[in-house]
C-alpha cells in the first residue's frame, strides 16, 4: 500500500518547532515509519535541499493535497459514516502525541449517497473521493493515515472554490454574493492555479533573447526613412553626438590663447591660474614704475590703499571660514586676527585690511608700534580705523597669548632694511612664530632674506613677484590699473581675472 501514494502532494504540519512542508511523496518506508518528500516547500519558500524525511513521531497533521492518477476515484462506504455519524464528504487526519491518528470529518449537507468531486480543468489530476474502506488495524502507521487523507474532500485552499459542487443535487444552492465575488474567483484561478511542476526551474535567458535583436538593422532602416522623409537623424550607434560640460560653449570658438600677458624682459619665474592661464612674475622696478604710472592717471594712492584693503579683507573672510563661521548662528565664535603692521606704506595696506575686516563683526587687534612721526596715510587710515571696534595696541605684552585664528603681516617692506634691526620688529617676528596661527602676508617682498616671518598665503598686487618658498601659496588680486597703463610701461596685458578680483596662482 506504501507505493500507491508515491508521487502524491502532501502537506505536514511538524509543529511551531519544525513548521509546515509541502512536497510530493518520494519514499514510504513502513519499517522505519518515515515519509520522503522530494522538491519541498518548508512554510512556502522552496528548500536548498532536494529532498526530506520525516519520523512519525514529528508529524502532527498530515494533508493530501493531490493524488496521481487521471481517471481513477474512491468512495467513502456506509460504514466509516455510521461509525462517526457524519456524512463522509471530507476529512482530515490529525495525529496525537501518542502518534495514534485520529479521523475527524467536516460536518456539511446531509447525504446518503457518496459523491464525486468535481475537479478544475486547468489540474491534470482528479480530485479524491472519499474510500468506503475500513483499514485493518495491522498496517503500518503511515499507510493508515495516507489512506485516511484520501478521504479529504481537497486542502484547505480549495475548499471555497469547491464548496458549491460537493453539495447533493436536492439541496437548494444559496445564491451568489455577486458578481464580483465570482470575477475576482476566476482571476484567482488563472492566477494561482497552475500546477507545480508548471513552473521553469531554469532562470530567463537574456542574453540568448537579446541576440535575437538586431540593433544595427533596425537604426540602417530608421536611418534610410527618415533620409527619404527629410526628418531629423536621431543618429547611430557608431555617430555619437559630441557631449559638452556645463560650462563648455556648444557654438565653435577661437582656439584658447593661454599667453595672454607678455612683460618687456625675460621672467625668472611664471604662474598660472585655475583656467590655465600664463601669469609672467615682474621685477620690482618694472612694478614700482607700473604703480608710479597709474597714480598719474589718476589711481591715487588712497583709491589703491583701498583697493588692497577690500581685496586683502575678502581674501582673510574667506580664510576664516566665509559664511560657514560669519553668520548670526556662530556669534559665540566670533574670529580673531592680530594684524602686524610698520611705519610705511605696506603697513598702510595692512591697516585698511582691518578696518574692513572689523565692519564685518571680526575681533582685530592691530599692532603698530609708536614713532613720533607717521606717514600721511597711515595717519588717514588709524583715523578711520579708530571709528571701528578694532583694538590697537603698540606693544608685544598687549597682543594675546593665546593663538588667534589668522594673522597678517605687514612688517616688511621692499625699502628701509634698517627696520628690520628694531627690537619691536624683532620681538613682533618671535610672537608671530611662536603663536602657531597660520600666516597671511599682504605684497612680501621678493628676497627671501627680507622675510621674517614664514606665510602660508601671499597676496600679490597687479602682477606678482618672483616669490620664493617662504611665500607660501601665492594669490593675485586686481587693484584697478587700467589697460592702457600697463601698454604704457611695456607690458602686453589681458586681465587673468575673470569674475573675480582675487585668484590663485600655481607655479609652473
Given at each position: 500500500m506504501a507505493s500507491d501514494w508515491l508521487g502524491s502532494i502532501v502537506s505536514i504540519n511538524c509543529g511551531d518547532s519544525l513548521g509546515v512542508y509541502q512536497g510530493r511523496v518520494s519514499a514510504v518506508d513502513q519499517v522505519s515509519q518515515t515519509i520522503s518528500l522530494t522538491r519541498p516547500f518548508h512554510n512556502g519558500v522552496k528548500c536548498l535541499v532536494p529532498e526530506v524525511t520525516f519520523r512519525a513521531g514529528d508529524i502532527i497533521e498530515l494533508k493530501i493535497l493531490e493524488i496521481p492518477g487521471s481517471g481513477d476515484t474512491q468512495q467513502c462506504g456506509d460504514s466509516q459514516q455510521t461509525e462517526l455519524g457524519l456524512p463522509g464528504v471530507g476529512c482530515q487526519v490529525g495525529i496525537n502525541q501518542n502518534g495514534t491518528g485520529k479521523l475527524l470529518k467536516k460536518p456539511t449537507a446531509s447525504s446518503s449517497a457518496p459523491q464525486n468531486i468535481p475537479k478544475r480543468a486547468d489540474i491534470k489530476t482528479q480530485d479524491v473521493a472519499i474510500s468506503p474502506q475500513q483499514q485493518p488495524c495491522s498496517k503500518s502507521y503511515v499507510d493508515r493515515h495516507m489512506e485516511s487523507l484520501s478521504q479529504s474532500k481537497s486542502f484547505r485552499r480549495r475548499h471555497n472554490s469547491w464548496s458549491s459542487s460537493s453539495r447533493h443535487p436536492n439541496q437548494a444552492?444559496?445564491?451568489?454574493?455577486?458578481?464580483?465575488?465570482?470575477?475576482?474567483?476566476?482571476?484567482?484561478?488563472?492566477?494561482?492555479?497552475?500546477?507545480?511542476?508548471?513552473?521553469?526551474?531554469?532562470?530567463?535567458?537574456?542574453?540568448?533573447?537579446?541576440?535575437?535583436?538586431?540593433?544595427?538593422?533596425?537604426?540602417?532602416?530608421?536611418?534610410?526613412?527618415?533620409?527619404?522623409?527629410?526628418?531629423?537623424?536621431?543618429?547611430?550607434?557608431?555617430?555619437?553626438?559630441?557631449?559638452?560640460?556645463?560650462?563648455?560653449?556648444?557654438?565653435?570658438?577661437?582656439?584658447?590663447?593661454?599667453?595672454?600677458?607678455?612683460?618687456?624682459?625675460?621672467?625668472?619665474?611664471?604662474?598660472?591660474?585655475?583656467?590655465?592661464?600664463?601669469?609672467?612674475?615682474?621685477?620690482?622696478?618694472?612694478?614700482?614704475?607700473?604703480?608710479?604710472?597709474?597714480?598719474?592717471?589718476?589711481?591715487?594712492?588712497?583709491?589703491?590703499?583701498?583697493?588692497?584693503?577690500?581685496?586683502?579683507?575678502?581674501?582673510?573672510?574667506?580664510?576664516?571660514?566665509?559664511?560657514?563661521?560669519?553668520?548670526?548662528?556662530?556669534?559665540?565664535?566670533?574670529?580673531?586676527?592680530?594684524?602686524?603692521?610698520?611705519?610705511?606704506?605696506?603697513?598702510?595696506?595692512?591697516?585698511?585690511?582691518?578696518?574692513?575686516?572689523?565692519?564685518?563683526?571680526?575681533?582685530?587687534?592691530?599692532?603698530?608700534?609708536?614713532?613720533?612721526?607717521?606717514?600721511?596715510?597711515?595717519?588717514?587710515?588709524?583715523?578711520?580705523?579708530?571709528?571701528?571696534?578694532?583694538?590697537?595696541?603698540?606693544?608685544?605684552?598687549?597682543?594675546?597669548?593665546?593663538?588667534?585664528?589668522?594673522?597678517?603681516?605687514?612688517?616688511?617692506?621692499?625699502?628701509?632694511?634698517?627696520?628690520?634691526?628694531?627690537?619691536?620688529?624683532?620681538?613682533?617676528?618671535?610672537?608671530?612664530?611662536?603663536?602657531?596661527?597660520?600666516?597671511?602676508?599682504?605684497?612680501?617682498?621678493?628676497?627671501?632674506?627680507?622675510?621674517?616671518?614664514?606665510?602660508?598665503?601671499?597676496?600679490?598686487?597687479?602682477?606678482?613677484?618672483?616669490?620664493?618658498?617662504?611665500?607660501?601659496?601665492?594669490?593675485?588680486c586686481d587693484i584697478g590699473i587700467p589697460q592702457q597703463v600697463f601698454q604704457e610701461v611695456g607690458i602686453n596685458y589681458r586681465s587673468p581675472f575673470g569674475c573675480k578680483f582675487v585668484i590663485p596662482l600655481h607655479s609652473t
Open positions: 444552492t444559496p445564491k451568489k454574493s455577486g458578481l464580483k465575488n465570482g470575477q475576482m474567483k476566476n482571476k484567482d484561478d488563472e492566477c494561482f492555479g497552475d500546477d507545480i511542476e508548471e513552473i521553469p526551474d531554469t532562470d530567463f535567458d537574456f542574453e540568448g533573447n537579446l541576440a535575437l535583436f538586431d540593433k544595427a538593422a533596425v537604426f540602417e532602416e530608421i536611418d534610410t526613412y527618415e533620409r527619404r522623409s527629410g526628418t531629423r537623424s536621431r543618429g547611430t550607434p557608431n555617430e555619437r553626438p559630441t557631449r559638452y560640460r556645463h560650462d563648455e560653449n556648444i557654438l565653435e570658438s577661437e582656439p584658447i590663447v593661454y599667453r595672454r600677458i607678455m612683460v618687456p624682459q625675460n621672467t625668472s619665474k611664471e604662474f598660472c591660474t585655475d583656467s590655465g592661464l600664463v601669469v609672467p612674475s615682474v621685477s620690482y622696478e618694472l612694478h614700482k614704475k607700473l604703480l608710479s604710472v597709474a597714480e598719474k592717471h589718476g589711481l591715487t594712492l588712497e583709491r589703491r590703499l583701498e583697493m588692497t584693503g577690500v581685496c586683502a579683507s575678502q581674501m582673510a573672510l574667506t580664510l576664516l571660514g566665509g559664511p560657514n563661521r560669519l553668520n548670526p548662528k556662530n556669534v559665540h565664535q566670533r574670529p580673531t586676527v592680530a594684524l602686524l603692521c610698520g611705519p610705511h606704506v605696506k603697513g598702510a595696506q595692512g591697516i585698511s585690511c582691518g578696518r574692513h575686516l572689523a565692519n564685518h563683526d571680526v575681533h582685530v587687534i592691530l599692532f603698530l608700534p609708536n614713532f613720533v612721526k607717521m606717514l600721511e596715510s597711515i595717519t588717514n587710515e588709524l583715523s578711520l580705523f579708530s571709528k571701528t571696534q578694532g583694538q590697537q595696541v603698540s606693544s608685544l605684552k598687549d597682543l594675546p597669548t593665546s593663538p588667534v585664528d589668522l594673522v597678517i603681516n605687514c612688517l616688511d617692506c621692499h625699502e628701509n632694511a634698517f627696520l628690520r634691526d628694531q627690537p619691536w620688529y624683532k620681538a613682533a617676528v618671535d610672537w608671530a612664530n611662536q603663536n602657531r596661527a597660520p600666516v597671511l602676508s599682504i605684497d612680501p617682498p621678493m628676497c627671501e632674506a627680507e622675510l621674517g616671518i614664514d606665510a602660508k598665503w601671499s597676496l600679490a598686487l597687479g602682477l606678482p613677484l618672483p616669490l620664493g618658498e617662504r611665500a607660501g601659496r601665492v594669490y593675485l
